[in-house]
């Protein structure tokens, strides 16, 4: 499946991301951007519906943080079902 998602998918996941701590996704420049894009993590939750992403995101962010490996452990423990890889 990893083969098939569209970069929009990516990028919607950091909209989620910014929508769950609150940051303004044009604080990142360019380069920032792409690198965190191109994360492996990035690459293993975009293949999670948005539901179970907010679900898991809402369990584990402290105040505007949401690192992206407690997100991505997150999604195995609430939705173990969810097909996760990486």
């Known amino acids: 499946m990893v083969g098939t998602l ?12 910014c929508t769950l701590t609150g940051h ?3 604080w990142f420049d360019e380069p920032e951007r792409e690198a965190l894009l191109a994360r492996t993590e990035v690459a ?3 293949e999670v ?8 995101g809402l369990a584990v962010r402290r105040g505007t943080s ?6 991505l452990a997150a999604v195995r423990v609430v939705r ?3 097909r996760v890889s990486a």
């Open 80 to 82: 173990p079902a969810a």
């Open 44 to 46: 293993a939750l975009a």
């Open 66 to 71: 949401l690192p992206l490996e407690r997100w």
């Open 49 to 56: 519906p948005d539901a179970v992403l907010m679900d898991a």
């Open 6 to 17: 569209t970069p929009h998918r990516h990028t919607r996941v950091l909209a989620l991301w």
């Open 24 to 26: 303004d996704p044009d």
